[in-house]
């Protein structure tokens, strides 16, 4: 039966609350299907505004894939504003999709891509604005199957309670062997219920179903073991590697937003993984191993990609995109071809060592100079080889100095406050290495109005890293440091004008300490929080710290575990982890080892360019890394107006096709 949109009952609110223009949909790219003429129904939603959601690549590209099969509809669904809940729930109108307007409820399966933890809340906000029973265990057949992915879902246990299954890595190919398991059991009568459905999901490989997994704990409050409950479950889950990139080239149909959003750009991916083994880094570690798009792929989607949405800026992305083999070819290739056009190309992530002065001139030959960021992440030498940074200050002095020789006057330096092992001396350092990099500046460029930014996020140990052992650091010692810090500079007469510093205090981190390394009895305390108010917790005007604290100590009465055990507690070798079940290839006992090696300071290198450390993931996976030099070329495309004055100039025919 057809279900029907309910945009004629939600236009008349939409002067009520904040940016409407956010609910509207319709935007360039978009697609709306007949609901009758398919046959599986996904909802997928991005748990945040839709101005962070709406950018999200990831929602992008599965709504492309999923919505290129004729019997799969695919819509999305973001977070409203509290504004607009309150207008929602005053006037009775369940979470809906911004393309067909149809309840969220009415959908076979709700697919969450969670980037960060802090967006759990809003997961519970949609769930009920939709109807759907919070607890899986409460939904029955008219319930979609709510699933999560993104890269905290390679700890769902925090939400486990609230989830139905989770997806561990790269979607394009598993939304559609889902999508398939769904199409069969519906043609078959939908034998077996919600149950069997999710039994199917659970042995297809590859896809988590918590509620066939059981969880026991120690007195102690650790965890003694997690075992399948149903015979037939694998007792481990595994992550999905998508190894051809060449042949997903998506998304091919970026879509362009109505409502100003976080990022106005059309991205391609040029390569997904990253091997530098930065031991803080979860992105790198659970999307290992490298996987480049070759130079022409690379091509085709910035030409398709531009016609087919008009953005101007072409953002080149990846976990550290001048690491890119052919980065130069690419780069030469895009400015080339955009010369004297409007359009402009960025790389959101330089490594400090992969700088060079021919890419950015490359990269800025047709925009502005605007500042260059690096990310040392630790202030001091030592701290850097505990991270496994792998980048000196001389290196990063060296390459300073070669930005503001060459005209560039604003640095942005990226750092982390927090890491293992650190000290006062370590944060300190910071403010040294910002007064060097000005005073060498300002002896390069021979000018006084160079600039040095520096931004300090709060670190947090997460899971399937080396530091998933780690004890974080407390917020307050955070805060003391960084109030240090700032004195530092202030106080420095000769450079301290010079240098901007920018950082959040540490109380989030602590919250997203306790949702990254949480368990199921987590679950308990982001209900509580959840009932009181929270929303947008990643979000600095909405999040309550004392609310999470308030929800702790409620939610975990009577257990041996509180905020403190999440967060600041060190874990042993042996413990078990609430994500030993889940595997994203790497070898525990490698993971353990990099932890050793990171306490006595010891670097890896990066199996990109060294023989195989054996971190697990290639073997156990069936996966390799695959770099260029590939021997591809960019093509020149040829643009419209180009190809008329060829015509005028050659007879048709005589012109050679390439
Ligand atoms: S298995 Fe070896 S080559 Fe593969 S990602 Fe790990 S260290 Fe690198």
Redesign the pocket.
Known sequence: MAVESLFPRLEPLLPAVQKPIQYVGGELNSTVKEWDSTQVRWALMYPDAYEVGLPNQGVQILYEVLNERDWILAERTYSVWPDMEKVMRDNAIPQFTVDGHRPVGAFDLLGVSFATELGYTNLLTALDLAGIPLEACERTDEHPIVLAGGHSAFNPEPIADFLDAAVLGDGEEVVLAISEVVREWKAEGSPGGRDELLFRLAVSGGVYVPKFYDVDYLPDGRIKRVAPNRSGVPSHVVKHTLMDLDKWPYPKQPLVPLAETVHERFSVEIFRGC?RGCRFCQAGMIT??VRERNISTIGEMVQNGVEASGFEEVGLLSLSSADHSEIGEVAKGLADRYEGSNVSLSLPSTRVDAFNVTLANELSRNGRRSGLTFAPEGGSERLRKVINKMVSEDDLIRTVATAYANGWRQVKLYFMCGLPTETDEDVLAIADLAQRVIATGREVSGRNDIRCTVSIGGFVPKPHTPFQWAAQESWENVDSRLSKLRSAIRSDRKYGKAIGLRYHDGQPSVVEGLLSRGDRRVGRVIRSVWADGGRFDGWSEHFSYDRWVKACEEALAGEPVDLDWYTTRERGETEVLPWDHLDAGLDREWLWEDWQDSLDEVEVED?RWTP????????QMG???QVGPTGQKMLPIVGVSQTRQAELVAPAGSRDSG
Do not use: A, K, L, N
Request: negative net charge.
């Open positions: 091997t290992r191993p199996c195989c450390f054996d971190c697990g993931v290639c073997p996966t390799e890394i």
